[in-house]
């Protein structure tokens, strides 16, 4: 209780120096609104209906791009922390463009998908893609090498050991994973939508910004971060559903 | 004289990589007979864990022959169950799981067979009521209790134990001495016992191996007869006290070649 009385006065804070400077004309409206314009903002967008097709639109485009990219990663992941021929494979290629801004890929995905959602799912793909293997693989190898001989010494073969022993003992690691890259994958959706879409959040945005329509730029910002917090809530519940084995206190006898 | 269950001919094992070359094992033998209990006993780095490794399966020999049942031990297999040091349970499974995991491959045992027979081992390691509580809410002796019970389950002619209670207090450590005294006299399996600790290989052993480091051999070969009643008092008795006093010398053998001659 203590600890979420405190986690609330951080936001109070920001928002109480937002009110200051904006309310008291310490800085104009054009550079910042005041927080009653960007309420104000909110609740045409929601009588508009746009402000809730914005948050799904780009919520699906991050949710197919991210699975997508998940879907491949998680088993190319697991072989590279696995075996070392499978990382010798892998290792040289995806290293190699992991380091490729994907950024710079926006150009050259335009002209290959237009400004469809295919676009947004390739970026989001090509960002988070590469970084969840790495990291997959990271937390593959950090199971303790006496669980795996258990597995061996109980005469279950390579692939059994993995599949039964590995995976699941490296999981809530990847499911860490899972919600940091979760975070960065938001970061290349705005920037895919920043550039070229036609809808979504970081395309209201990029509107917003040719009619100096500051109160709409802060609100997108602000659902970004919103929606970012959310998520995140969600996947620690998911974890603490799903590995309750990790929170058990000791009983003694 | 029974047969042998193992018998390890000439064993070495040698490690090696660009800077160095390192004898870990040299000309190991010996030979574990039915029902019997074997341990190795030497200071650290003396190559009993590799030994024991070598028979699990899970390293191989440089050289040399080691035969299980007369046959030749190439992989990890079930008819050698393993307790390690650190008791390497599966956080994600009850207790009753990480037992009956063991029986993974038991294709023809059902479900509830499993289970009853994991009640069964834990009940018969002491942990019963515990059957449903996760390893983290363990300590540390019920933890390889589990993993006595997960070892015992696939009833292995021969069972590995890799310095089992070495992680474990004084108290708790005596407890888990007389808890495989009392399941050995019921399951009958054999058992290779690795440990630093003298009172326990003689307490627990019909046959002590005493190793030494540098290459790892085995020095000394004691064989005890202590009356099968055991009980702790049995650690004050004046056979038992010999028997250490016999081993401790040769560990100061030991420590006196090994000191510098200069």
Not at chain 1, 33 to 50: F, N
Not at chain 1, 210 to 228: K, N, Q
């Amino acid at each position: 209780m203590r600890f979420k009385v405190i986690s609330v006065s951080g936001i109070l804070i920001v928002l109480a120096i937002w009110s200051f400077v904006t309310y008291g004309g310490l800085v104009g409206n054009l550079f910042l609104p005041t927080p009653t314009a960007v309420v104000l903002e909110a609740r045409k967008q929601i009588a508009e209906g746009v402000f809730f097709t914005d948050i799904w639109v780009s919520f699906y485009r991050i949710l197919i791009g991210f699975l997508l990219a998940t879907l491949f990663a998680l088993p190319i992941g697991v072989m590279m922390g696995t075996s070392k021929t499978w990382k010798a494979f892998w290792e040289p290629l995806v290293g190699f463009v992991r380091y490729m801004p994907v950024v710079a890929f926006i150009p050259l995905s335009i002209l290959w998908f237009g400004t469809s959602d295919m676009q947004k799912f390739f970026i989001i793909f090509f960002g988070v893609f590469f970084q969840q293997v790495i990291m997959i693989a990271d937390n593959c190898k950090t199971v303790k090498k006496s669980v795996l001989e258990v597995g061996l010494t109980l005469g279950l073969n390579r692939f059994e050991v993995i599949k039964d022993i590995v995976v699941k003992a490296a999981m809530p690691n990847i499911w860490d994973t899972m919600r940091t890259v979760w975070g960065w994958a938001w970061t290349y959706l705005v920037v895919a939508e920043l550039v070229a879409a036609t809808s979504g959040l970081g395309f209201r945005i990029m509107q917003a910004q040719r009619y100096l329509s500051t109160e709409t730029i802060i609100l997108g910002i602000l659902t970004i971060g919103m929606l970012g917090l959310i998520t995140d809530i969600i996947f620690g519940l998911l974890a603490k559903c799903m590995f309750p084995w990790n929170e058990k206190e000791k009983i003694n006898n | 004289m029974n047969e042998h269950l193992l018998t390890a001919v000439k064993i070495n094992k040698v490690f090696e990589n660009k800077q160095r070359h390192f004898t870990a094992l040299k000309d190991i033998g010996l030979n574990i007979g039915n029902h019997e209990f074997v341990s190795l006993l030497g200071p650290s780095g003396c190559g009993k864990s590799t030994f024991l490794r070598l028979v699990a399966g899970l390293d191989k020999a440089t050289s040399g022959t080691m035969k299980m049942n007369g046959q030749t031990i190439e992989k990890p297999g079930r008819n050698r169950g393993v307790v390690f040091q650190q008791y390497s349970l599966l956080p994600w499974l009850l207790a009753w799981q990480n037992v009956a995991f063991a029986l993974k491959k038991e294709k023809d045992m059902s479900n509830t067979e499993k289970k009853d027979l994991a009640y069964h081992f834990l009940d018969l390691v002491g942990l019963k009521g515990f059957e449903e509580i996760y390893p983290s809410q363990m300590s540390g002796g019920m933890q390889q209790r589990v993993a006595i019970a997960r070892a015992l389950v696939i009833k292995p002619p021969l069972l590995l134990m890799d310095e089992p209670f070495g992680a474990l207090d004084a108290q708790t450590r005596r407890d888990m001495q007389d808890l495989l005294v009392s399941i050995f006299k019921e399951t009958r399996s054999s058992v290779l016992f690795v440990t630093h600790d003298v009172d326990e290989a003689v307490y627990l052993s019909d046959r002590v191996y005493v190793m030494s480091a540098n290459p790892g051999r085995i020095a000394k070969q004691i064989d005890i007869h202590l009356s099968d009643e055991k009980d702790w008092s049995i650690q004050l008795s004046e056979p038992f006290i010999n028997y250490k006093k016999e081993i401790l010398m040769e560990l100061k053998r030991q420590k006196d070649d090994m000191r510098p001659s200069e």
